[in-house]
């Protein structure tokens, strides 16, 4: 999952939108390089709460402003909730972000999951177990994004796929 986002980020140039203050104090855009994200990843697989403790995780996060000069306007996380099932979550600055975009989101970094599960040319070196699939089930806090994604096998493969919009 973590290779899906940081090929997401590197595909998607508004990921790497910047802000900075020029010379008479007014901000200016620009469209930082690729360099690979810091993505925080948590075990839970321990915690009997598990999926109560990252969702009281997401709403104090939610709460936490992202800084809008020179630096990513988005934070993402990784939790493994259980062997076989992992979350993510995006907090995305509202200036590169919106309800819709969000979903967007979700879809395209499950898609590029999806292309690294079938050995695609996208990262030849990244193979996974081809019985191994990944669906989405859509939940967001706020204007971060919480996703969930369970583990099913590959006689579920276009469910989930039509499951994308």
Known sequence: MEQAI???V????????RLRLDENGEPVQYISEYRPVDIKHTDTTGDPNAI???SQWGREETKKPLPLYDCDLFRFSLFTIKENEVWFYVNVH?????????????NAIMHIYLELAGGSETKKESRIHLSIMFCLNRTMLNRS?????KRSG????????NSFP
Not at 10 to 17: E, G, I, K, S, V
Not at 94 to 106: A, E, F, P, R, T
Not at 145 to 149: A, E, H, V
């Open 94 to 106: 509202h200036v590169i972000s919106d309800g819709i975009s969000m979903n967007i989101l979700g």
């Open 10 to 17: 590197r595909r998607n140039d508004a990921m790497r939108l």
């Open 6 to 8: 940081q090929e997401f």
């Open 52 to 54: 109560e403790s990252v």
């Open 154 to 161: 590959t006689s579920n493969l276009k469910r989930c796929l």
């Open 145 to 149: 994004g919480l996703k969930k994604i």
